[in-house]
């Protein structure tokens, strides 16, 4: 295979037996989401400290030409790469895409990436592979078959202990059916299958030379599943936060509008009904004639019909709580609205359950809001901790709690506000590009030895 393989692009070593060929396994590198821009910022660090290192990258992406890909990069992050990677474009992309598999998720997944990851390494073998998108089970693949040394940067664990614990508990979530949490005998199969394939997850995971996280609780998952102690790095994404550091941190005293923005796409995982329920606690608590001064402002990206589903069904919860009137939707706003519906915000709220990280967490933050997120995953381990001996925000985990938290951040005087506010936008510069190519670089150098 590796000697096939090597000669598909033999201009990549022409003349120079040295050149060191990384390749990225990104199917998806023209989405523009978090998960490219560490990309993009990773190819970066490479060729400005390596000379002799030329990057490839496996896509999916095959109706967009190279150079397309590279400008959207520049256009969407801001990103100027030394010199184009070489792009190796993929056929079978549909193979690991969640529609393709409607049961039996995760295992289809898995299976249909090393159907990809086959493609990937019989169309060229690398000296150094790195997945980024998180398909551990191309790992072995590259490495027993490719020969390759082998990296990976994990976004989210594909399965974690949570999962496994909110089957156990007969939990109903959006990726546990109610069907299934309401029956012992479902969920003792499912529980059987997820420990199945948690074991063969760890195995495929176990092979790779250097693991990077984005996350303390990510750390902490793929520690457990893989035991990649000893070589997994925690390394933060980039996150471009310098637009909204630069808005005017103005002091709020005397408003008497108070808006609570949340900032997410409307899917599932990010429980838009905890805040509408959550909001309603708050507002009972409210002199009738005073609620009129508070509104819930939910800002997010309607990508299909399932997520305008979503929206249809979260407005008549509102109508169904009498809340509609203090709530406002803003479907698909540009990033100029974005950032002057953050500046006119008090509270930045965030409710998803075990977020790996939390990049709206910090944008909010960066933007001078309070931030109020939830009390678990990156958001309660990360990002949301003292700084400078100080705090940074208010974390919450059921609609009481964050009532409470919305009550006492607008109980507090707006110089209160003002110092959690200042001491928030100053502690998310541990989330910048350059923090992340340093920690990067340090990662990967055992590759290169």
Known sequence: ?????????????????????????????????????????????????????????????????GADIVKNARQRFNIVLQQQPEFVFLT????????????????GQSLGSIWLGWEALTKYVPDIYLDSMGYAFTL??????????VGCYVHYPTISTDMLSRVTDQTATYNNRAIIARSPILSAVKIAYYRAFAFIYGLAGSCCDVVMVNSSWTHGHIES??????????????????????????SDAGRMQHN?????????????????????EFLTGQPQDERENY??????????????????????????????P??????????????????????????MWNEHFGIGVVECMAAGTIILAHNSGGPKMDIVVEHNGSQ?????????????????????????????????????????????QATFLNATEALFM
Not at 8 to 34: I, W
Not at 261 to 280: C, G, I, T, Y
Not at 331 to 348: D, H, M, R, Y
């Open 326 to 351: 203090y709530t406002e939707f803003r479907l698909n706003v540009p990033f100029a609205e974005l950032k002057q519906s953050l500046s006119e915000a008090t509270i930045g709220l965030h409710t």
């Open 1 to 65: 295979v590796r000697s096939r393989a090597k000669t598909l692009l033999p201009h990549l070593k022409e003349g120079n037996k040295d050149v060191v060929v990384v390749g990225f396994f990104h199917p998806y590198c023209n989405a523009g989401g978090g998960g490219e821009r560490v990309l993009w910022c990773a190819v970066r660090a490479l060729q400005e400290k390596y000379k002799h290192v030329k990057c490839v990258v496996y896509t999916g992406d095959k109706n967009v030409k």
């Open 295 to 324: 509104k819930l402002v939910l800002i997010g990206g309607v990508r299909n019909q399932g997520d305008a589903d979503r929206v249809d069904g979260l407005k008549r919860l509102a109508e169904k709580l009498e809340i509609m």
């Open 392 to 436: 940074t925000g208010f974390l919450a985990h059921d609609e009481k709690t964050y009532a409470d938290a919305i009550k006492t951040i607008l109980n507090m005087s707006s110089e209160e506000r003002m110092d959690i506010r200042r001491n928030a936008r100053e502690s998310v510069s541990r989330f910048s590009d350059q923090e992340f």
């Open 140 to 149: 072995p693949i590259f490495k027993y078959l490719g020969g390759c040394k």
């Open 260 to 280: 609570i923005v949340s900032v997410a796409q409307f899917r599932p995982e990010k429980d838009h009904p905890l805040q509408l329920r959550a909001f309603h």
């Open 92 to 107: 079978r992309r549909d193979w690991v895409e969640a529609g393709t598999w409607p049961y039996f998720t995760l295992l």
């Open 225 to 250: 599943i893989w035991g990649a102690r000893g070589h997994t790095h925690k390394v933060y994404p980039p996150c471009d936060v310098k637009e909204f550091m630069d808005l005017p941190m103005k």
